[in-house]
């Protein structure tokens, strides 16, 4: 069991994904943030109707957006591992493992916040 098991979260259930709308037409650019578990759950839309480069700042807000959970979780786990190591009990020490693997999460968390992956 790791130390991250017991960090909630609460948002819509399932992983957020990014839909595209970004079709011409009544808005210029849409992109909507899609809670996929059991049932999709529209979470947000993200619509920008000015010319030029709205599109592309759209979905990165759009990505962003859909990867707030997985930010926010890896965030916690970092202040949770810097908070146990601050109380200076050995018995509550983060382990160099503990700390790689919180690493880890956030790295990924922060590729996933900056990468489209349709």
Known sequence: MSRFDNLEVYTSPGCWVVAVNGKKGKYAHRYSIMAIGEESIRVADIIRM?????????????????????????????????????????????????????????????????????
Do not use: N
């Open 50 to 118: 000015d010319a030029g480069s709205a599109g592309l700042r759209s979905l990165a807000d759009a990505v962003l957006m859909a990867a707030s959970k997985q930010l926010l979780f890896a965030l916690r786990g970092l202040v949770d591992l810097h908070c146990c190591e601050q109380e200076g009990l050995s018995c509550g020490m983060p382990t160099p493992e503990e700390w790689e693997a919180a690493v880890e999460l956030a790295e990924q968390a922060i590729s996933d916040a900056t990468t489209y992956k349709p």
